[in-house]
């Protein structure tokens, strides 16, 4: 069998190795896709500690992922091999009630995810289902597509399809200056809204600031920040507060920041967290849960990059054999932006 590179987690919480490992086979409904470039986020790192679901070990994760089908299964119809693409990593049955009502990411028959439950994008070659590819336009590079499906996805998702926000809305955005909060400021301000940032150093305030941002709020400095956000709103607070951190006492201060009747929506996660349900019930917040985007998600990102009213922001890039760096600098907080792989 012909071989190729592919960093592998054999064991939780240990570093990934870069090993030689067998082309992926693919099915019929399939193709054999050429890696072009790979995003890297925080679930990477919390697959990497084994803290969420995945298929058993060994695995080879990575679910941000773009680039050229190398070869096609019998019955692919759509595309051709040299064909540019990017992949939504969720691999619905757009059969069931959810999937019918346009929710695949919590698809009663969900048959997994790529670099979850099945191998990934950290690897020079993936196998990926037909349905799951949406065409690279020309306009994009590699590393900008890569990054879509998720970072800008997610943002997508929790904005327009969960929270709903409307043009006026003021808006907090916890971990602004992250991977994921810059592109939902971005993504926020496309919306009309007004946004406010917190994060946890003068440089993501400082970017927070570049992208648009209306007040910006060191959170190390004012743990109560939620003080700030009445300040500004002149008591009235946020219609939304977008959680990207999940730390305790940023679901805390975000639950206070919320205006009566309005929503906090928890983008990260953890196992568990506390939440004033009596502070919730008296003031009417909605508590939203929600998880990545559906293609149709990612097909609209794509709309607003190529119309250039959301950029990629792309913080840094590294080798394939470099990840195990990338996820320390996520771990660490140093990121200004998303993390990319170049495999070109």
């Known amino acids: 069998m012909v071989k190729t590179k592919a960093m592998v987690l ?3 919480g240990k570093p990934l190795t870069l090993e030689e490992v067998e082309i992926p086979s693919y099915g019929p409904d399939e193709v054999l896709l050429k890696v072009k470039a790979a995003g890297v986020c925080g679930t990477d790192l919390k697959i990497r500690d084994g803290l969420v679901p995945t298929k058993e070990l060994p695995l080879i994760p990575g679910h941000e992922v773009a680039g050229v089908v190398a070869a096609t299964g ?7 091999v040299g064909d540019a693409v990017l992949v939504s990593f969720y691999i619905p049955c757009n059969r069931c009630r959810t999937c019918r009502l346009g929710r695949q990411t919590i698809c009663e028959q969900l048959k ?28 994009l590079s590699f590393r900008q597509a890569a990054v879509i499906p998720d970072a800008l996805g997610t943002c997508y998702h929790v904005l327009v399809r969960r929270a709903q926000v409307q043009k006026g809305d003021c808006l907090v955005i916890v971990g602004g200056g992250g991977g994921l909060g810059l592109h939902a400021l971005q993504m926020a301000k496309v919306l009309g809204a007004v946004v406010i ?6 440089e993501k305030l400082a970017l927070m600031k570049s992208y648009g941002a209306d007040f910006v709020i060191d959170g190390r400095e004012n ?22 951190v999940a730390h305790q006492s940023s679901i805390d201060e975000g639950l206070k920041a919320v205006g ?18 009596l502070y919730g019930h008296l003031n009417e917040i909605d508590l ?3 998880r990545a985007a559906t293609k149709e998600d990612i097909e609209e990102c794509l709309k607003l990059v190529l119309a250039k009213e959301v950029e990629t922001v792309i913080g840094e890039v590294i080798s394939l054999p470099e990840l195990n760096y990338g996820l320390q600098l996520i771990k660490d907080g140093k990121l200004k932006g998303r993390l990319v792989i170049d495999l070109e």
């Open 10 to 12: 054999r064991e939780f």
């Open 74 to 80: 019998a019955n692919v119809k759509r595309f051709r």
């Open 260 to 277: 009566k009747g309005g929503k906090l929506a928890l983008v990260a996660y953890s196992k568990e967290v506390k939440f004033n349900a």
């Open 288 to 290: 939203l849960s929600t």
């Open 223 to 244: 743990p109560s920040w939620s003080d700030a956000v009445a300040a500004y709103t002149q008591g009235g607070r946020a219609d939304l507060v977008v959680n990207f």
């Open 112 to 139: 997994g995810r790529i670099g979850f439950e099945f191998n990934g994008g950290f690897a020079e070659y993936v196998a990926v289902p037909e349905a799951c590819l949406i065409p690279k336009p020309p306009g």
């Open 197 to 202: 940032g917190v994060d946890v150093s003068a």
